[in-house]
Nanobody, 114 residues
């Protein structure tokens, strides 16, 4: 059983920045891909960014150049640095990983005002 705790969300004006954190209750050193998803009201959950065990990253097109995913295996934490935020980035952000099963955090709310 793995517990994931997201933090760092909040209310920010358009153009601002936030850094989200996702801390796991177990070592992430041997975990391959870790993902950030988001879900806006009335919309399906969508994949935002992924990071591999060796730090390779991929992003959805709408966040490329603005978001950066990173991981600190020593702290069992994955980060999502979000810059130049837009109102359309407003959503609940979740981290996700697979370790014998898929695990999700409780999510952290990000609200971007125009």
């Amino acid at each position: 059983q793995v517990q994931l705790v997201e933090s760092g969300g909040g209310l920010v004006q358009a153009g601002g920045s936030l850094r989200l954190s996702c801390t796991a209750s177990t070592s992430i050193f041997s975990i391959g891909v870790i993902r950030w998803f988001r879900q806006a009201p009335g919309k399906q959950r969508e994949l935002v960014a992924t990071i591999t065990s060796i730090g390779g990253a991929n992003y959805r097109d709408s966040v490329k150049g603005r978001f950066t995913i990173s991981r600190d295996n020593a702290k069992n934490t994955v980060y999502l640095q979000m810059n130049s935020l837009k109102p359309e980035d407003t959503a609940v952000y979740y981290c996700n990983l697979f370790s014998g099963g898929y695990y999700w955090g409780q999510g952290t709310q990000v609200t971007v005002s125009s």
